[in-house]
């Protein structure tokens, strides 16, 4: 999501700026900017991609004494990842300049509104409202606080906000509602920021905004003032308990267990301003530019490596059933050397957590002179593939640490939820009941998480077994493969996925009292097959896991070793299943001694083929 960095005094801010928009990185964004304000003219620099690379600008321009200044890092929901959209965002004059986090719902009607009166706009998004409204305020007399104030009583949804103004280049001026901002109190320097992250290096003193709440941050003084009852507020600074490595990790032991936790917020951050189940809409910013040409496409051909291609592969089942496109899914190390047609109504996805997978490049690489539309699914922000696709979704799942992926999946399959719904232009009858549904999924996955003691239980009962065979039907299928790859990656042990309805034709032949088999049966329409599947596995004496879902009574008959999920619509099932199955891996790792988050021999990004 975005974020949001400011600082006031000081020899030079610009440095500050860059070192906080990099520390907001993990939370996800397509775009950054800044604007400080030297000697009461303004500079302001944006770039689509990595801060990385607004640094580089900012090293090109002479920003170096500016005293004051603010930053922003977008992840885009109003307009796609350009420059023009990218934050901070002005007035036509160029004297005042504003970072935005949240949604201004009635951004519309302000716009219309400032139009008739003369106002030129010139990004899509919802932000680049306010300061024109704010220049509208300054028009009729107002100081710039008052300005401010009147633009915010303007203002319905979300926000935080942080401004600045050539004519009073020593303040900076910021509000909230319902989404966080903080300032933090230094000496001979004051700071602002959406996340504590971005200026912890600094102090440890901070004031936490609270809802309606604007404050006036100079040099050496912090001015809060409640908009609503319209009355000063006495600032109470608190100290900040916050180590930085401490921060990413929490109290969790590894990196992996902590990502796997972070499945609630991963689908949370996967789809806000996204998916709109109040307003029925699923808008990606990011697909925006091809909206024409996704209109023709009749054939989709997804590629990746690894976690990726099994979340293509419940992609597959997902788009197929709600867009009606075919859809293809192949390992990018097979596709690069396949020789199969094209056409130009094809679209071809590469999903990558890293967005620098070798094989997943040159599987792009290689249908470039087939006209056909180039799509990534890509978490890391300015990667290779998100530079060399036409145009893409990104996951905003932040920073995946661990080898082994499990919150990237988690985004994969959210974002490829949306695309299906995208594609579907609302005629798909799950169209409504998965927008209301993926609402849902974060409160879900808490539930399972609470099961994790549970399914660590599970774990250390069934850790002296060397083989697994993971199963399931539709949807539970990839979810199968997944499962497996992760006990491969995480334990080492052999383990493989299989269709549940492939047992009789060769698997079934392994089974005996020493080959359990993880068997995924959550509510379907095929849950009786596959059942059916679990009973000739018990007859073969085969140890049995069960995952299913809430209130199946039948799996008891076959065995008392079972995960319940919460009910939910089948297609976001693999959204709490492979959690399940994540937990499961990571326990059995951990019992066995094994390193969780370097398994020996494999790689976080795999830039060699
Ligand atoms: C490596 C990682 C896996 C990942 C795969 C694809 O094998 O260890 O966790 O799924 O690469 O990586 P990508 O970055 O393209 O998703």
Not at 356 to 383: F, M, P, R, W
Not at 406 to 422: G, M, P
Request: charged share 20%; hydrophobic share 40%; net charge neutral.
């Amino acid at each position: 999501m975005c974020g949001i960095v400011g600082v006031v005094g000081g020899k030079s801010v610009t440095s500050l700026l860059i070192d906080g928009l990099k520390s907001l990185e993990y939370r996800g964004y397509d775009s950054a900017g800044i604007a400080v304000i030297n000697n009461s003219e303004a500079i302001n620099i944006k770039q689509v991609g990595q801060v990385e690379l607004l640094e580089r600008k900012t090293n090109e321009s002479s920003l170096s004494v500016a005293k004051i200044g603010i930053g922003h890092t977008r992840w885009a929901t109003h307009g796609e990842p350009t420059i023009t959209n990218a934050h901070p965002h002005s007035n036509a004059d160029g004297t005042v300049f504003v970072v935005h986090n949240g949604i201004i719902e009635n951004y519309k009607e302000i716009r219309r509104i400032l139009e008739k009166d003369g106002y030129t706009f010139i990004s899509q998004t919802d932000t680049e409202v306010i300061p024109h409204l704010i220049d509208y305020y300054l028009k009729s007399n107002s100081d710039f606080k008052d300005a401010f104030i009147k633009a915010l009583n303007d203002l319905s949804g979300s926000y935080a906000i942080a401004a600045i103004y050539t004519k009073t280049p020593d303040s900076i001026y910021v509000a909230r509602l319902s989404s966080p901002l903080l300032i933090g109190v230094g000496k001979d320097q004051n700071y602002v920021a959406s996340d504590a992250s971005a200026i912890i290096n600094h102090t440890q003193k901070v004031i936490y905004l609270k809802d309606y709440e604007m404050a006036t941050v100079t040099t050496k003084k912090v001015q809060v003032h409640n908009f609503k009852r319209k009355a000063d507020v006495k600032p109470e600074p608190e100290s900040l308990d916050f180590d930085l490595e401490k921060a990413r990790l929490g109290d969790f032991p590894h990196y992996l267990l902590k990502e796997i936790f972070d499945a609630p917020e991963t689908i949370k951050l996967a789809s806000a301003g996204r998916i709109r189940p109040k307003s029925n809409i699923v808008k990606l910013a990011g697909l925006e530019s091809v909206q024409e040409q996704l209109k023709y496409i009749d054939r989709i051909v997804i590629v990746a490596c690894g976690t990726s291609y099994y979340a293509g592969l419940v992609g597959e089942y997902l788009i197929e059933e709600i867009a009606g496109i075919p859809v293809e899914v192949q390992v990018a190390s097979e596709f690069k050397y396949r020789n199969e047609p094209f056409s130009k109504n094809t679209a071809l996805i590469a999903i990558s957590q890293s967005g620098e997978t070798a094989d997943t490049i040159a599987a792009i690489n290689k249908v470039q002179d087939y006209g056909v539309l180039k799509l990534g699914v890509v978490n890391v922000v300015g990667s290779t593939i998100s530079r060399i696709t036409d145009a893409g979704v990104y996951c905003h799942a932040g920073p995946e640490l661990s080898v082994a992926s499990t919150k990237a999946f988690i985004a994969q399959v959210t974002v490829l939820l949306e695309i299906a719904l995208s594609l579907s232009d609302g005629k798909s009858k799950l169209y409504k009941p998965l927008i209301n549904e993926l609402a849902e999924i974060p409160t879900k996955l808490i539930s399972i998480l609470n099961q994790s003691d549970k399914i660590e239980s599970l774990a250390k009962k069934y850790s002296k077994y060397r083989d697994f065979l993971y199963i399931g039907r539709g949807y539970a299928y990839p979810c199968a493969l997944e499962g497996a790859l992760k006990l491969k990656e995480l334990t080492y042990i052999h383990a493989e996925g299989y269709p549940a309805g492939e047992m009789k034709h060769g698997p079934l032949a392994m089974i005996d009292s020493n080959f359990p088999s993880f068997v995924i049966a959550t509510g379907s329409s095929l849950t009786e097959k596959t059942l059916s599947n679990v009973s000739e596995i018990k007859a073969r004496g085969g140890p049995i896991i069960a995952v299913v879902s809430e209130g199946n009574k039948s799996i008891k008959n076959y065995t008392g070793d079972v995960i319940y999920i919460p009910k939910t619509l089948e297609q976001t099932q693999p959204l709490l299943v492979g959690t399940v199955l994540h937990l499961f891996a990571y326990h059995m790792a951990v019992i066995l001694g094994k390193n969780v988050d370097r398994p020996r021999n494999l790689a976080k990004s795999v830039t060699v083929e």
